[in-house]
């Protein structure tokens, strides 16, 4: 059975820095085609911040993340990372970790839909 399990997430002031983990269990890291943060804050839609291809190591930005945001792995930990610098509070959301094993993603990396496996999320809240 998949488990993703998000951490790291906190109270930050404008301008500061968190790590989003995600540790995946239950089938083989190697399983995973491409694993992503997702992020939905209170009345506003779920949306892609960032995705990573597992095997080619192919990442996506969100266009209101780049260059702020890194997203990373560890194959041996079996972990997922998001590295989030220069937050400001339009960066307040729960954060997911997302994680698809069909390989049906294809190029709609930011369709939430087309990962059939979530985390519970980590609130991630950025004080003015």
């Known amino acids: 059975q998949v488990q993703l399990v998000e951490s790291g997430g906190g109270s930050v002031q404008a301008g500061g820095s968190l790590r989003l983990s995600c540790a995946a269990s239950?089938?083989?890291?190697?399983?995973?085609?491409?694993m992503g943060w997702f992020r939905q804050a209170p009345g506003k839609a779920r949306e892609a911040v960032a995705t990573?291809?597992?095997?080619?190591?192919?990442?996506h930005y969100a266009d209101s993340v780049k260059g702020r945001f890194t997203i990373s792995q560890d194959n041996a930990k079996n972990t997922l990372y998001l590295q989030m610098s220069g937050l400001n509070p339009e960066d307040t959301a729960m954060y997911y970790c997302?994680?698809?094993?069909?390989?049906?993603?294809?190029?709609?990396?930011?369709?939430?839909?087309?990962?059939?496996?979530w985390g519970q999320g980590t609130q991630v809240t950025v004080s003015s």
């Open positions: 990573i291809w597992r095997h080619a190591g192919t990442t």
């Open positions: 239950g089938v083989p890291y190697s399983s995973y085609s491409i």
């Open positions: 997302a994680a698809d094993l069909s390989g049906r993603v294809g190029r709609w990396w930011n369709d939430g839909a087309r990962y059939n496996y």
